[in-house]
């Protein structure tokens, strides 16, 4: 029998349809970020943009990925790839990988470039443009300018916006700039004779926003090339619901938002996209793009050869290429081949994904095989994959390291020797392909899956023998490399035993582990310039508490003292959870430390763990990168490892790194010369209200 009605069921609903102020607030926030929204602030930015390329008269370049939707392809003079990452504090960088040399073809041919991007609310510029291009501009000066005399010192200069980087954060990175210089001549060996002759002057970098004045008429720059860069967006200070539906950054993390929409898609379609109603955008999204589908990809030429090709497999243009290599799924079927009069085709069968970048550790092999099987090269490549910009950019870096000499040339007769290719001539081959499209970026498991291939005995199942296809009775084994002895500066009377690079994070995770009466003893220094954080020393004792999940977990929770420098003391107390985690590659493990999560298991002893489902097991603080090591330290022997990506906590920067001494790395239970067990890490935290570094040391 159902019971009766209760005034409350009238009065009070259910929760989930009563609104409160945080789902009003959630429901007012996705309106204002809707894809007509987005699309309606692009178009107003792209104004801005247009503008500022007539005022200074000069082309239009895109920082991809956002800056093309800025840009409308009439006005498009070329891409570059700057990654703010490259510009995070602490972490500046020249990239070895993105070159953007094509940038100066353009500014030869104009004498200079506006290059365009944008940020989200809260900066007033992206990292790419306050520093990783400034960093860029100062680095080609000086490996192009740096030994003629007549160049002026200004001309050497690192140049960044007063308003957006310190005086100290600039001076770190101008310390940083001569390295970069001889990274650059020694691992990518450019021509500089070919780079003079394209500058005639240095570069300058030139910051303008849409607060800034532009100039009346063209002005004119005697002493340098301009390189103009443009922030797309006006700098929103409050919520987007304040600005009438205008977005900053509107472009930015477009996968999120754009259903797929492409800039070139967009500005076709654009007055079509903004009559559509929101409700109505993505089926007609997917009917443009499935419109797009028919026309046929076009293939890249990877510079300095004048054979290699890169292109996406779908629709792909074949005819005319004297090879033929795809790596997808499925093979292109046999009368596709014929139509196109494909004579020397080769598939490696690769799923899509990360799966099709594991694959291609078996299936780059079959280069060496095929090639050796047929005439010596005569005409073009062609090498596809589903996207064109993953897996056919892996196996064309193959292809340019075996293959490929420093001119470009492309000789298929003799494959490398092993030992004749290591990681700098890796590094060298793909900046041939990012320069000849920045687009052609691989995601990071496909080139571990080519490095583990190249320098094969860095991975096992990098050795196997699998057959081309088949049709063939061949079978043959990749390149292989020499062992080389890991602990090249110590003395071999040492004996030190080298363990695999793969097993040291399983080692050290299995000895972080912590036998119930031999807790870890800690010490640690924090030393802070800011009077507002207090400097001083904790001591204390640590323990990592194993956790029933799937995942590999420790609890660590400590307990210690903190003892100001001032003399205050105070208790200390804290938890993280590490866990050993699968990498991209089959055999890469690492180190992951998550916050411990008090609200989801409040007041749990350490018996309890982090929950019987994983609760407590919070966001992730740090995880820890490749290890290097062995090395000799102060008489010791060490495994020293660093953060894989900065933390970023509010507004502060976390940079981590580990010392591990060799008994933590060490298979089995014995000291070192009977001395203690011990590891180190250390963060360097900065940002408006910290700039301290934590040092701590644990032994046992």
Known sequence: MSQSLKEADIIFPHLSNTPNLSNTLSSLRRSTLSTHNRLSSIISDSSFVTSVASAYDLPLVANERCGSWYIPPSHKSGSVYFKSTDGHMGEWAFSLRRLNLQLLDVVEKRSGAVVVDSTRRGKSMPDALSKTIPIWCSVINRTVFGKEEN???????????????????????????????????????PDIRSLRAKLRKPLRPIWVTQQSSLPDSPPSFPYFHPIILCTASRRVRGAEASEGGYIQGAADDHEVWSHGLTPACFWKHRYQLMSTSEE????????LLEEEKGSKPEATLVKPTTKLYISSSEHADIAGFAVVISCTPEPFLPSVLREAGIKHYLHLKCQTGKLGSRDLRTQLPLLLDFFSTIPPLSGHVIVCCPTGKDLSVGTALAILCLYTNDEGEITTNEAKKAQDINKALIKHRLSYITTSNPALNPSRSTLQSVNAVLLSTQDPKATLQPKLNTNTNTTFSPPTRPSKPVLQTLNASENVPSPDQSSVPSTIFEKLQSPPDTPWNFTRTLRSTLPTHPSGTVTGTATFTPCALATRTLLYAEEGEFVTDSGLKFSARRKYVYQLKQGDGDTELYIAVHFF???????????????RKGEGVGGLFVEMGAFGGPAERDGEIVWEAKNRETHLCAEDLYTASWTFGGDMVRIGKGKEKGGEVWWEVRYDVQGPKKDYVSTTRYTR
């Not at 101008?174 to 390295?179: G, M």
């Not at 109505?280 to 009917?287: E, F, G, R, T, V």
């Open 151 to 189: 160049c002026l010192e200004e001309g050497m200069a690192l140049f960044t916006p007063p308003q957006a980087v310190s005086e100290s954060e600039h001076a770190q990175i101008e310390k940083r700039l001569d390295r970069f210089v001889r990274q650059f001549l020694d691992t990518c060996k």
């Open 280 to 287: 109505d955008a993505p089926s007609l999204i997917a009917k």
């Open 597 to 611: 999560d008090d609200e989801k298991v409040p007041r749990a002893s350490i018996a309890e763990g982090v929950g």
